[in-house]
C-alpha cells in the first residue's frame, strides 16, 4: 500500500531510551537520582481528587507563580510539556525548512533529531580535541541562511560554560542573521549562574528551563520558556491547548511553594558530585565536572564494555559514547552521598583493576 510520509521524518533516524530500567540503579540520562521525598510526594497526591482528574490543565496559576518566582512578568513565560517539547515547539516556530540550526557538538541530541524531522538543516560546531569551545567558532557558523542558534549553559555534555560576553556576541550575530537564540539552561540549579535577566534585554533570546533535572519529576513533563513577550506569543499561537497535565502543574506549584526543599537537593547533589569527583581522582581517574548533575570519567578499561559490565553485572547503568571526542568516557548521573554509592562500589570493582 502506497501512502504519504514526510520525506523529513522517512529519513530521520532515531535511537530510543532504554525501557524497564525501573529496578536498575539509574546514572545514565541524568535524572535526580534521589527524588522527591516521600512525604512531600504523598502530601501532593492528596490534592488529587476525581473533579482534578476530570477537568482539563489550566497552566495559568503556576505559570502566575513561576513567573514570580524568577521575578519576571506573566507575559514572559509559556509552560510546555517538558523541555523537548519546547525545543520542538521553538524550531517549529522559528526554524525555516531547508534553513540552518547552530549548535555545538556533542550537544543535547534532540536539537538534531528535531532538526531532521521538521526538514532543518543542522549546523553542528564541533568541539576542539581539547574539548574547548569559544563564541567566536560559534559566530562564524552563523550566516545569512541561519534561522536559530543553541546555546546550552552548561552544555551537556561536555560541561562548558559562557560568558555574558560570549552572550552578547552570539546573540548580536544572530540578529544580524535574522535568527533567534535559544539559551538552555537544563542544569542552571547546577550551575547557579544563569543569563535569565541578561537574556531578557534581548527580543531575540529564549532561556528554555526544566523541572526534569534538579527538580526530579522527568515522569510528569515539565518545561518553560522564558523571553520577550512577543517572541512567547509567537511560540503559544503553535502550541497544543492541553499540552501540560495539571499533575506535572500541582507538583510545579508545589514544589515552588516549598523554596527550602529546592535548597536542599540543590546541597545533596553537590555534596554527592564533590564526594564522587573526590573518590574518583584519589583513585588517579581523570574526571570532568559537567557543572550539571552528571560527571564524565574516563575509563581504565575500554568506556562501552565498562557501561555493559556495570549493567549487566551490577545493574548499574551510565552512559557510554560511541565516537570521539568523547569515546574514552562514561557519563555518570550524579546525587546524594548515599545515592552514589552504589555506583562507586561497583565502577570501582569493574574498572578499577
Known sequence: MDYYVAESIRQTQRVFPMQGRADFFRYDMNENIDGLPEDFVAEVLREVTPAFLATYPEPDRFLRKYAAFLGVQHENVLASNGSDMAIRYLLETFGEPGKEVVTVSPTFEMYRVNCSILGLRHRPVAYTPALTMDAGRICEAITGDTR???????????????????????????????????LDEAYHYFYPHSFLKRALEWDNVVVLRTFSKLFALAACRLGVMIGHPKLISYVRNGKLTFDVNSLALLFGERILDHPELIEAMVQAEAEGRRYTLQVLREKGYTCIDGRGNYILVQTRHDAQEVAEGLERERRVLVHPY????????IRVSTGSKRAMEPFLQAFLDIDGQ
Not at 322 to 329: K, N, Q, T, V, W
Open 148 to 182: 536559530v542558534v543553541v546555546l546550552l549553559h552548561p552544555n551537556s555534555p561536555v560541561g562548558n560554560i559562557y560568558t555574558e560576553d560570549d552572550l552578547e556576541s552570539v546573540a548580536s550575530c544572530a540578529r544580524r542573521a535574522g535568527a533567534v537564540v535559544i
Open 322 to 329: 560511541g565516537s570521539p571526542p568523547l569515546r574514552a568516557y
